[in-house]
C-alpha cells in the first residue's frame, strides 16, 4: 500500500527542529515506508506582514528542497511544498509569497482569527461554553473566506481550535456548526480542493484526529472524495506517524482513496 505523508515542516520553520533537514525528512521517510512526502514549512503571512515570526527563507529552503529531490530521485516522490497561513488576511501578499517558486503542493491553514493570537495561545479554560462556540463560528466564518483563495491545494487541519479546546478539557458538539462546516465543504468540492486528514493530535495522544472522524464522515456524506494525510512531524522521528492510524480512520468513514502527489500533479490512491 501506498503510504503518504503530504505535511512535515523542518528546520526552515520557526517551529522546526534544528536537525530537521529537507535531507533527513527524506532519509527518515524511506526509513519507515513512505513514498510520497511533501515538505510544507511554515509562511504564516500575517505574521510575516505584522513581523511577528521570522519571514520564511524562501530561497535557501527551496534550494534545500530541489537538493533532496534530486539526491532521492526514483526512490521517493519528493512534494517542494509550503504551508501558507492566514492567506486571507494579505491575499496580495500571500499571492506574491506564492509566485516566489514552483510550489507542487501547497497547504492552506488557518492559525489565527485577523487580529486574535494563533489558537493555542487562547486561554478556553477560562471561557464559556458558548463564548468558545462564537469564537468556533467565527473560525469557520474565516476559514470559508481562506478557502476562495487561489493556489491552495488541500484546507491544512480544519479543526486545529478544537485540539486547544480538547487541551482545555472542554467537551465541544461540533452540531450547531454543521451548516457552516457543510458550507466549507461545498466550497472545497467546488473549487476542486482536498481536505487534510491531520494525524499530529494521534500521535501527540488526544485521541482525537483534524477533523475528526464524525467531520470526516460528514464531508463524505456532502460528496466529499478528496483527502491528504499528514503527521506534520516537525523533526525526522515524527516523519510518517499515525498515518496508517489515519488510514484505519478514513475507511471507518468510508472513504477508500486518498489524493497524493507526483510532480506537482494529484493521483488518487487505493488505501484500502
Ligand atoms: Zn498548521
Ligand atoms: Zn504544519
Not at 108 to 129: A, I, K, Q
Not at 151 to 168: D, K, N, Q
Not at 207 to 213: A, D, E, F, K, Y
Request: proline share 3%; aromatic share 8%.
Amino acid at each position: 500500500m501506498i503510504i503518504c505523508d503530504l505535511h512535515t515542516h523542518t528546520r526552515f520553520s520557526f517551529d522546526g527542529a534544528k536537525d530537521s533537514t529537507p535531507e533527513a525528512l527524506c532519509r527518515r521517510a524511506l526509513e519507515v515506508g513512505i513514498t510520497h512526502l511533501a515538505i510544507t514549512d511554515h509562511c504564516d503571512i500575517n505574521g510575516e506582514v505584522e513581523g511577528i515570526y521570522t519571514p520564511y527563507a524562501a530561497d535557501e529552503a527551496w534550494e534545500a528542497m530541489s537538493a533532496a529531490k534530486e539526491k532521492f530521485k526514483g526512490r521517493l516522490h519528493l512534494s517542494r511544498g509550503i504551508e501558507l497561513g492566514n492567506a486571507h488576511q494579505y491575499p496580495n501578499e500571500a499571492k506574491a509569497a506564492l509566485l516566489r517558486h514552483p510550489y507542487e503542493f501547497v497547504i492552506g491553514s488557518l492559525h489565527n482569527l485577523t487580529g486574535v493570537p494563533d489558537f493555542c495561545m487562547l486561554r478556553y479554560e477560562m471561557m464559556t461554553d458558548a463564548h468558545i462556540h462564537s469564537l468556533f463560528d467565527r473560525m469557520l466564518d474565516e476559514t470559508l473566506q481562506l478557502v476562495s483563495f487561489d493556489g491552495l491545494h488541500t484546507l491544512g487541519h480544519l479543526t486545529y481550535m478544537h485540539r486547544y479546546i480538547s487541551l482545555a478539557q472542554k467537551p465541544f458538539d461540533f452540531k450547531p456548526h454543521y451548516d457552516k462546516i457543510v458550507g466549507i465543504y461545498k466550497s472545497l468540492i467546488t473549487r476542486d480542493m482536498a481536505l487534510e486528514l491531520n494525524v499530529s493530535t494521534l500521535w501527540k495522544g488526544l485521541g482525537i484526529s483534524m477533523p475528526t472522524l464524525e467531520l470526516l464522515k460528514l464531508y463524505r456524506d456532502q460528496g466529499g472524495r478528496l483527502i491528504t494525510v499528514g503527521s506534520d512531524a516537525h523533526s525526522p522521528e515524527n516523519v510518517g506517524k499515525c498515518i496508517r492510524k489515519g488510514y484505519a480512520l478514513l475507511r471507518t468513514a468510508g472513504f477508500s482513496e486518498v489524493a497524493v502527489m507526483e510532480d506537482g500533479q494529484r493521483t488518487a490512491v487505493s488505501i484500502i
